[in-house]
């Protein structure tokens, strides 16, 4: 049966185990994968701005020896004319054996696979999911921590619209032993569906804060975000929100050593660049990271094995 990806949900925790253990084996084996997509094609469908899904998608599908077609912005797709997301979506799956797709519309990727004749990724949809973005947070987690359990994990920012956050929250309630620090200004607390419908349903504990400072020397890893300008009705409101947590060096030094430090990228103002050069910065590994498991994805559902 063909398989999409919406959701993180949408896959069980062993497939996951299972996406990461080919991951690790990709990294270790490069060659073993050269050709294992050989006349396969992915179609790359943005319709809104990405730098590390779109290209990160794109390397991995040449890694496999796969070949990449697809557009990077609405304006440039027929979209521009007003043709609708499952019309291009019917018509690029003619094309190509497999799409990521990326659109402003929560669920759009649902609608788009009821006419795809391909399995489709959702590469980020709205303020809502970014289940291939969890998944390099996951593989990143895994080779830092080597465990999903027993983690006390802070998520800091926009965590109302941070789409990364709500499936990543979404992945690690599934693990035992898991806590949650919520920092964020009150207007951009973590949604009620996520409290309610993940956090209570699963009994994860959890507290909400406005101080970063207070809370970083209890954390395993710090998840930073940055405000999302593109899902403000109101510019002065972002302008008021958006630098309202900076990690630095300073306030670093509160973290334990074994901390890890990660964003999903890009980044504005919210970790001064001079936290890279801190071994307990994650987040250009989240980056590599993301190509391994996008290879493992691509392999997985177009059924490929070796
Ligand atoms: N993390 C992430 O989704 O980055 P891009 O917007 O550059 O794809």
Redesign the pocket.
């Known amino acids: 049966m063909m398989r999409h990806l919406f959701d993180i949900v949408d896959l069980s925790v062993e497939e996951i185990d299972e996406l990461i253990s080919v991951a690790n084996d990709i990294i270790k084996n490069p060659d073993k994968y050269a050709n294992a997509c050989n006349r396969k094609k992915l179609a790359t469908l943005f319709f809104e ?6 290209l990160s998608f794109e390397a991995a599908m040449l890694e496999l020896g796969g070949s990449i077609l697809g557009f990077s912005s609405a304006n440039s797709s027929s979209s521009a004319k007003g043709e609708s997301v499952t019309d291009t979506i019917r018509t690029v799956s003619c094309y190509a054996d497999i799409i990521a797709m990326r659109h402003p519309k929560e669920g759009a990727p649902v609608a788009a696979a009821r006419r795809s004749l391909v399995p489709i990724i959702n590469a ?1 949809d709205g303020g809502h999911n ?1 289940p291939t ?1 969890t998944l390099a947070d996951l593989l990143t987690i895994n080779r830092e921590k080597g465990r999903f359990t027993n983690l006390t994990v802070g998520f800091c920012g926009d965590l109302k619209f941070g789409r ?1 956050v709500h499936s990543l929250v979404n992945a690690l309630s599934r693990y035992e032993d898991i806590k949650f620090v919520f920092v964020s200004p009150d207007e951009l607390k973590i949604p009620k569906y996520i409290k309610e419908g993940v956090l209570a349903k699963n009994n994860i504990p959890y507290v909400e804060e406005n101080r970063l400072e207070g809370v970083i020397p209890n954390l395993d890893i710090l998840y930073m975000t940055r405000v999302q300008r593109e899902r403000f009705f109101n510019e002065a409101d972002y302008i008021r929100l958006r630098d309202c947590y900076i990690l630095d060096n300073e306030k670093l030094k509160l973290g334990r050593e074994d901390l890890s430090v990660m964003h ?3 980044r504005v103002n919210e970790i001064a660049v001079e936290v890279d050069d801190d071994p307990r910065a994650c987040y250009f590994k989240q980056v590599e990271n993301g190509k391994y498991i996008r290879m493992a994805l691509i392999l997985k559902l177009l059924g490929v094995t070796l």
């Open positions: 701005p990405s730098t590390r899904t779109r980020g970014h973005q990364t999903p990228l890009p």
